[in-house]
T-cell receptor, first 115, second 115 residues
Framework: DGGITQSPKYLFRKEGQNVTLSCEQNLNHDAMYWYRQDPGQGLRLIYYSQIVNDFQKGDIAEGYSVSREKKESFPLTVTSAQKNPTAFYLC??????????????FGDGTRLSIL | AQKVTQAQTEISVVEKEDVTLDCVYETRDTTYYLFWYKQPPSGELVFLIRRNSFDEQNEISGRYSWNFQKSTSSFNFTITASQVVDSAVYFCALATTSGTYKYIFGTGTRLKVLA
């Protein structure tokens, strides 16, 4: 089945440690996104990529980094510079070659906590 | 400025009641897209509907219906004869051409349907 796979489902980070969240899609979508969700809040955009080897900062990129070496994959690294990383992270992808009328499809999310 | 407001933080209804979730948006773009998503306790966002700015026709899908009114910049969502399985957080989102089709999410409305 086509879809978006995020792993791991739960992740724990020690102080000063970088951790990487995986996002893989087999929908052949060009655009991919990373969002952060805090309790009782909406989704905030961290990074997005509209094409391989290109990505842009979203609203809250500080303390995060991404890469887009393959169309199917868009991993997110939460660096030690992110002082409050505890949140629910959602990855999404969208087809339509840049046209805005296509909906984003979401993975199941990764819940990150600090040890 | 682009913004989505979901003023209802939480709504509780008894099963079989009808319930309307409000969404008010702001944009200066003439071409834009509006979306509703459902986030069940499992965490992933499930796409429900997309509407573009040129199509004000209301839509019904089973027990779900959507009312799009450009005059009031609203895109409200009604669930008829609510069921316990409708319990979730519902998000409204806006995508615009000037925003390179990034989503702007509202803060969500948590719907609790009581048996």
């Amino acid at each position: 089945d086509g879809g978006i796979t995020q792993s791991p489902k739960y992740l724990f980070r020690k102080e000063g440690q970088n951790v990487t969240l995986s996002c893989e899609q087999n929908l052949n979508h060009d655009a991919m996104y990373w969002y952060r969700q805090d309790p009782g809040q909406g989704l905030r955009l961290i990074y997005y990529s509209q094409i391989v080897n290109d990505f842009q900062k979203g609203d809250i990129a500080e303390g995060y980094s991404v890469s887009r070496e393959k169309k199917e994959s868009f991993p997110l690294t939460v660096t030690s510079a992110q002082k409050n990383p505890t949140a629910f992270y959602l990855c999404a992808s969208r087809g339509g070659q840049g046209r805005g009328n296509q909906p984003q499809h979401f993975g199941d999310g990764t819940r990150l906590s600090i040890l | 400025a682009q913004k989505v407001t979901q003023a209802q933080t939480e709504i509780s209804v008894v099963e079989k009641e009808d319930v309307t979730l409000d969404c008010v948006y702001e944009t200066r773009d003439t071409t834009y897209y509006l979306f509703w998503y459902k986030q069940p306790p499992s965490g992933e966002l499930v796409f429900l509907i997309r509407r573009n700015s040129f199509d004000e026709q209301n839509e019904i899908s089973g027990r779900y219906s959507w009312n799009f009114q450009k005059s009031t910049s609203s895109f409200n969502f009604t669930i008829t004869a609510s069921q316990v399985v409708d319990s979730a957080v519902y998000f409204c989102a806006l995508a615009t051409t000037s925003g390179t089709y990034k989503y702007i999410f509202g803060t969500g409305t948590r719907l609790k349907v009581l048996a």
